[in-house]
């Protein structure tokens, strides 16, 4: 099959709606508190290579505890050299994302560890195959601007899963990839290898960087060291990074909103200062999706109205500090794509758009980011064309006021045949899973949401054939992969994947 | 020649662009083309292929109305031609349609009557707030095949069972076919009433009045 319509990408353009959940005095008093559980309290960097980078800059450290406190002098000076503005890049230049405060660009959510099948429904553990096949629907839909690695390739060895996950992201869509799997130095190293290739070079890569890559911090306080390390990776080699708070309300932050923010925030604000200490100027954000436990098994709940809260709320400290934010909605916890998943993904998503999150996550998965579903990759696109269509607001001009059409038609007409209806009804958002049906028809031919959704999963796999990589790249690609491998002590044969790849072959 | 006009025709109706359509009747008449083969060459592929194309997802509401207008500004035109040449255009059947007593509603109504015109069908609009005497009245002048009788509020729908029932009294009933539509009325409430069909949106009346024609045919 040759390729066919170039894939697309269409962000929802923030300013036809204000959302605001904290007002000024409230962003700078948590500015404040933050400032100060860094300095007083501390944040834990269990990593040498961060601690050295902390203590030469000037603050203390304590080796034992490896807890770092700056003074806020330092952490201001640091985030001051944050660049407000960045582009994300793709293999295909057309669909480049600039982070320019002004779009909100949707993922896919990750990283998922089953799949629920389309035929069946039945769950399995995913794998690498699964990468690529999520990789290229998501490549179909011009609601997802970008990719997340959408579930674990955990068919391949744990040292080199994360750069086959990449691989098969990168020979199945042309769209920017950020990945939230690397957490050690050395897949770090790899995977800029292989994100340079791709660019062209480092210098490339630097000025259009095909990948970015998001960190987890360590609720309450603390970081993972590999995470550092390998955010420390990126940071040298100019590739956007971020770090990301799932700070838990009563569990693993205060059970008040504000104190989560605090804690939530101090994690982040520390991490984006170390980037800048060691690579000034370099491109970082902020990442978050926090929540509030479910107080009877104290789980993540993948929403709630605190949670939806959270993601009204973080744009406003992203943007006190002048970097992009990517931010956790979507991820219902829901089981199938039902009601609550329904409710949960429209209201965080709409929440965190609104705000303006320059980075919107994630689609298509199930149970808390659990579960991989097709199904759920299409009805939370169609859940962010409704949320896309609601930020264009309402423009108020001499067209839009429409009095021309309202005098022709006159009392008692209709709009049905006035020609400006015809010139404007395709502005109005028009469903592609809604049940609009009349109910007799509904009852006579069945079907619905979900039945539409794994069908159009089922034809977007069948015809969808995104421009495949070069075959020397791919085959480049696949040589760093297996060189991590070797390093490792556990090299494999190539997969289908990278055969695929390999061959030039789109799918 | 002909090739040209009839794509003119075609293009108005798909363009929904009633002057374009009726200075094409206009034409075709100048052109010695006899009004049915204009009808049937010309404007009917235009109303055809917008009605496919509604059918696919790719052409909404408006689009079916404004073609609709087209062709009835074109065959407004033609049809004095048809009676001068005595011509009888084949019509799919004879409707009346009217909203009942009590009721002022007519948007409903209308966008069925225009859609069954274009359908083919010979549609009798009574208008709003109409009599079951004039409904009975109706049916008997212009020997419909047809009623269809529309209601949107939950208090004037009884005004359908009135009319089935008059119709009853005047011995058209179940000859004349009974369809019924508006926001209110169900499949049970038609079943209810002994309607012969019933409706939840315009597109669907069309399927069903000729659903009404074809089983009217097949007992007679």
């Not at chain 1, 990750?110 to 690529?132: H, K, N, Q, W």
């Not at chain 1, 080699?237 to 008040?256: K, N, Q």
């Not at chain 1, 994630?362 to 980011?369: D, K, P, R, T, V």
């Not at chain 1, 979900?450 to 999963?457: D, E, Q, S, T, Y």
Request: with cysteine; net charge negative.
């Amino acid at each position: 099959m040759s390729p066919d319509v170039a894939a697309a990408v269409s962000p929802a353009v923030v300013g036809g709606i204000r959302v605001e959940a904290l007002d000024a005095e409230a962003v700078a008093r948590i500015h404040e508190a933050t400032l100060d559980v860094i300095e007083t309290v501390g944040v834990r960097f269990p990593s040498e290579r961060a601690l050295d980078l902390w203590e030469a800059a000037g603050a203390t450290v304590d080796r034992g505890a490896e807890v770092v406190r700056a003074p806020r002098a330092l952490i201001e000076r640091a985030l001051a050299t944050a660049p407000a503005a960045y582009p994300l890049a793709a293999r295909d230049p057309r669909l480049d994302l600039p982070l320019d405060g002004r779009h909100v660009y949707a993922a896919t959510d990750g990283c998922g560890i089953e799949v629920a099948d389309l035929a069946t429904g039945e769950r399995r553990p995913s794998g690498v195959a699964d990468v690529a096949e999520i990789a290229r629907l998501a490549d179909a839909l011009d609601e997802v601007a970008f990719h997340w690695i959408p579930v674990s390739a955990q068919d391949r060895p744990a040292p080199s899963r994360s750069l086959h996950e990449l691989l098969a992201c990168w020979a199945n869509s042309t769209k920017h990839v950020q990945t939230e799997s690397i957490v050690t130095a050395p897949e770090a190293r790899a995977a800029i290898e292989m994100a340079a290739a791709i660019a062209g070079g480092r210098d490339a890569l630097r000025a259009r960087p095909v990948l970015s890559m998001m960190q987890c911090t360590t609720s309450p306080l603390g970081q993972d060291g590999g995470s550092v390390d390998a955010a420390l990776e990126a940071a040298a080699a100019g590739i956007p990074v971020g770090f990301m708070t799932m700070a838990s309300a009563a569990f693993t932050s205060p059970t008040s909103l504000a104190g989560t923010l605090v804690v939530g925030n101090a994690e982040v604000v520390a991490a984006l200062a170390l980037l800048q200490i060691a690579a000034p100027g370099c491109p970082v954000y902020y990442a978050a999706a926090q929540t509030a436990i479910d107080l009877r098994s104290g789980a993540y709940t993948g929403g709630g109205p605190e949670d939806f809260l959270f993601g009204a709320a973080t744009n406003q400290l992203a943007d006190f500090y002048r970097v992009p934010l990517s931010m956790g909605a979507f991820a219902t916890g829901a089981k199938a794509p039902d009601w609550q998943a329904g409710v949960e993904n429209a209201l965080s998503a709409f929440l965190a758009s609104a705000v303006g999150s320059d980075m919107l996550l994630g689609l298509g998965l199930l149970n808390g980011s659990r579960i991989w579903s097709h199904e759920q990759l299409l009805l939370d696109a169609e859940i962010f064309s409704i949320v896309r269509a609601m930020l264009r607001g309402i423009p108020v001009d001499d067209a839009s006021l429409a009095l021309d059409v309202i005098a022709s038609v006159g009392p008692a007409g209709d709009y049905l045949t006035a020609p400006h209806t015809r010139r404007h009804m395709r502005e109005l958002w028009r469903p592609r899973f809604m049940d609009r049906r009349p109910m007799g028809v509904v009852e006579a031919e069945g079907g619905g949401p979900r039945a539409w959704a794994n069908a159009k999963a089922r034809e977007l796999l069948a015809t969808h054939v995104p421009e495949p990589l070069e075959p020397l790249l791919a085959a480049e690609l696949s040589r760093i992969v297996h060189g991590r491998e070797r390093e490792a002590g556990v090299e494999t044969a190539p997969t289908i994947v990278e055969a695929t790849a390999a061959a030039g072959a789109g799918r | 020649m002909n090739d040209t006009a009839f794509e003119a025709m075609r293009r108005a109706v798909v363009d929904g662009d009633a002057d374009a359509a009726a200075a094409a009747a206009s034409a075709a008449i100048a052109a010695g083309i006899p009004p049915l083969v204009a009808i049937d060459e010309g404007f009917m592929p235009g109303m055809k292929e917008v009605g496919a194309g509604f059918a696919a997802g790719d052409l909404f509401l408006p689009d079916m109305m404004l073609a609709a207008r087209a062709m009835q500004r074109a065959l407004n035109v033609l049809e004095p031609e048809l009676q001068k040449a005595a011509v009888e255009r084949a019509v799919a059947g004879r409707v009346v349609i009217g909203t009942v007593a009590g009721d002022i509603h007519e948007i409903g109504k209308n966008l069925v009557g225009m859609l069954l015109s274009t359908s083919g069908f010979e549609v009798h609009d009574l208008g709003v707030n109409v009599s079951p005497e004039r409904f009975v009245a109706a049916v008997q002048e212009h020997r419909a095949d047809i009623v269809g009788l529309s209601a949107l509020l939950t208090t004037t729908m009884t005004g359908q069972r009135t009319i089935i029932a008059a119709l009853q009294a005047a011995g058209l009933r179940p000859p004349v076919k009974v369809m019924v539509g508006g926001a209110p009325v169900t499949g049970a409430w038609a079943s209810e009433i002994g309607a012969d069909g019933y409706s939840e949106d315009a597109m669907g009346a069309v399927e069903l009045a000729k659903r009404l024609v074809g089983a009217g045919e097949a007992a007679r």
